[in-house]
T-cell receptor
């Protein structure tokens, strides 16, 4: 597609439910990132993929968060047993540059807004 | 560690010039980015500086001083559509760290 596509755009979950957020990056982009953005804050790094390899997951807040990119294109961020503090916008970004943003522009999707009740 | 600081909010009038400052302490620094984010939308790329100096791109310019850990974004001939958050971001390979963003309000 022309840009980074994320789905669902909006997700309401009851506390304790599992959710899965999908990211379809720009075709051919090597690097893929997930960021979490709370209201009024900047995006905070969660995890980074280079093709199918997850090279950095240091930003994942707990072991309830899991991300994968099995074929090096589409990625899924899964949150198990959601809690209210997980409410945020989850942004996916991709980059052609395999240095992962060190020199390459990031292209962001519009995000998935998760609200946990 | 990595720490990026920028003002929370600024106001300006249409047609004016505004400068948004950003200071940073980063390890493995590899350039500094500015992104624009309208409310409810995705951040979009504005500029990237890796060398000291001023980069000009139309109404927007960005400056970097690596020795001072300082950058600014300069917006000229402000328009109402420039009301948005401006995110300063920097860091090393494979992990871009964002500031909290500066919300710019442009009034008529």
């Amino acid at each position: 597609g022309a840009g980074v596509s994320q789905s669902p755009r909006y997700k309401v979950a009851k506390r304790g439910q599992d959710v899965a957020l999908r990211c379809d990056p720009i075709s051919g982009h090597v690097s893929l990132f997930w960021y979490q953005q709370a209201l009024g804050q900047g995006p905070e790094f969660l995890t980074y993929f280079q093709n199918e390899a997850q090279l950095d997951k240091s930003g994942l807040p707990s072991d309830r968060f899991f991300a994968e990119r099995p074929e090096g294109s589409v990625s899924t961020l899964k949150i198990q047993r959601t809690q209210q503090e997980d409410s945020a916008v989850y942004l996916c970004a991709s980059s052609l540059d395999e240095t992962g943003g060190g020199g390459g522009e990031l292209f962001f999707g519009e995000g998935s807004r998760l609200t946990v009740l | 560690g990595q720490n990026i600081d920028q003002p929370t909010e600024m106001t300006a009038t249409e047609g004016a010039i505004v400068q948004i400052n950003c200071t940073y302490q980063t390890s493995g620094f590899n350039g500094l980015f500015w992104y624009q984010q309208h409310a409810g939308e995705a951040p979009t790329f504005l500029s990237y500086n890796v060398l000291d100096g001023l980069e000009e791109k139309g109404r927007f310019s960005s400056f970097l001083s690596r020795s001072k850990g300082y950058s600014y974004l300069l917006l000229k001939e402000l328009q109402m559509k420039d009301s948005a958050s401006y995110l300063c971001a920097g860091g090393g390979f494979q992990k871009l760290v964002f500031g909290t963003g500066t919300r710019l309000l442009v009034s008529p």
